[in-house]
């Protein structure tokens, strides 16, 4: 049978999609493109050098073995990386790998020039000038950089959620303008930290480099100042002060979507920086590809660099920001009151703090202590109603999502081992947890006799006494029960 190239990458990605988590394959795989196969040697695509560097860092030796598997001992990897350089041509840049030594091939580049230049103003005197977008000139400017102080690196708490987003920001930070990150695109879900991010990038920078020109703008506010220039015949006024920044970052890019005279000018003020060596930050709610009526070469341009996301945090992040914002604040709160929070506020940040604003101005105000009771009513304000009376369904539920395996499984016939270890267990915990009889909860496992569930529960004390590790689970499910919520 004759491979092709696709066929060879794909079978690829199948080994490489078992040994990697799904976070980083979506992130480093899912973007290459597998272009042709000559001999031994497959080449693919991937986006930039940032790309190229961070797969043989991390994932040589598993891109190794995966092409081998495909192509024999003598199988080999060749990389293509689209380099855009600030131009409307691609360069293209080929990189070989063979038994673990890179050569550098052929550079084929293509030209470009600008046709149509934004004219600007000499020798204008702005440091009277109070708004940036009267007729700034080619003087060095003082610009307010429109940055909340507050938002740090220091206080920006990492973890696997946003790890991607955070390294990146802060290699940008000691490097401005000069790494492969330009530009860079966070994006996420409201309330899980890209503005905090983006900002702290440029406090950074600001703190490193003074002589640098830093703004935040959000993408509303920079589409009403476009708005203001076009109706005073100023536009080339606020076209030249933006092409004057050094680094600029531009909160929620999505609301340029649809604005097609606005799109046009960013258009022309991306290039100008992008080409000048000039620093470019961008936040949205999804990733470029999914930006809807967005100009294709603008969502090209923003594909240029860096796209990295930015996800719900898990428990124990969400558990590390309350706390240092309890710190922050000056409170202390016991843990078991802060692991109720953290594992009711799930998928957004602000609400945490929320939370925590509320609770001490609860107890500030109605001399309350602040324990689990005042917590519920405080978390009640931004969830679902707290769970009155803690159900067989809810557990099963709640295990299921545990080992991963479907609910429904654990009330059929199945004898594998995880299935069987999840039904043994929700047993255990319906017995210990609700006042449904062992008749009862036979019935709701699928029918089953009651002797099933005594041998059940007895299976999962002897584990317990003889498994620490499952001893620790079964902790950790009972403490997540009592605190979750019910869900809808």
């Not at 920001?321 to 922050?328: G, S």
């Not at 017995?431 to 009862?440: I, P, V």
Request: one cysteine or more.
């Amino acid at each position: 049978m004759v491979k092709d190239h696709a066929t060879v990458w794909e079978s690829c990605l199948q080994n490489i999609r078992n040994n990697v988590n799904m976070q980083a394959f979506r992130t480093w795989f899912e973007p290459i493109k597998a272009i042709r196969l000559d001999g031994n040697a497959l080449t693919i695509q991937v986006p930039n050098k940032y790309f190229y560097e961070w797969l043989e860092e991390h994932y040589v030796s598993l891109l190794k073995t995966s092409i081998r598997s495909q192509l024999g001992d003598k199988g080999r990897l060749e990389y293509q990386i689209l380099v855009n350089d600030s131009r409307e041509e691609e360069k293209r840049k080929h990189i070989a790998i063979s038994n673990g030594s890179f050569e550098k091939a052929q550079t084929n580049s293509s030209t470009f020039s600008i046709s149509e230049q934004l004219p600007y103003y000499n020798n204008v005197d702005t440091d009277s000038i109070k708004n940036p977008f009267v007729i700034p000139g080619i003087k060095k400017m003082r610009v307010d950089p429109q940055l909340n102080p507050n938002y740090r690196f220091d206080n920006y708490i990492e973890g696997d959620c946003n790890r991607l987003a955070r390294s990146a920001g802060y290699a940008i930070s000691r490097k401005p303008g000069q790494t492969s990150f330009n530009p860079l695109v966070i994006f996420g879900n409201v309330g899980l930290g890209k503005t905090h991010l983006a900002q702290a990038i440029g406090n950074e920078i600001l703190e490193k480099f003074p002589t640098k020109t830093v703004l935040y703008v959000s993408a509303e506010k920079f589409t009403n100042q476009i708005i203001a220039g076009i109706k005073n015949n100023a536009i080339n006024d606020v076209v030249t002060f933006y092409q004057l920044i050094d680094v600029l970052i531009v909160d929620d890019i999505q609301f340029l979507e649809g604005k097609k005279k606005t799109q046009d000018i960013f258009f022309h003020i991306f290039n100008q920086l992008h080409q000048n060596g000039k620093q470019i930050i961008l936040t949205a709610d999804r990733p470029p590809k999914d930006l809807q009526d967005m100009e294709e070469r603008l969502i090209s341009r923003f594909k240029w660099g860096l796209s990295a996301d930015v996800q719900a945090p898990d428990l124990e992040t969400r558990i590390a920001i309350l706390e240092h914002k309890m710190m922050k604040e000056g409170v202390e709160i016991a843990q078991d009151v802060t692991e109720f929070i953290c594992y009711n506020i799930k998928n957004n940040i602000r609400e945490l703090e929320g939370v925590l604003i509320s609770l001490i101005a609860q107890s500030s105000l109605n001399r309350r202590e602040i324990d689990i009771d005042l917590a519920k009513e405080v978390v009640r304000n931004f969830v679902t109603e707290i769970n009155k009376e803690i159900t067989v369904e809810f557990i099963q539920k709640l295990v299921a999502d545990h080992f991963k395996v479907p609910v429904e499984t654990l009330n059929g016939k199945t004898r594998k081992r995880s299935i069987v270890i999840a039904r043994q267990l929700s047993m255990y915990l319906a017995k210990n947890m609700t006042d449904r009889s062992l008749k009862a909860l036979g019935e709701v496992f699928g029918g089953r006799d009651h002797s099933t569930v005594i041998y059940s529960c007895r299976t999962v004390q002897d584990l317990m006494e003889t498994d620490p590790f499952f001893k620790e689970t079964v902790s950790d499910l009972e403490k997540k029960i009592r605190m979750s919520l019910s869900e809808k």
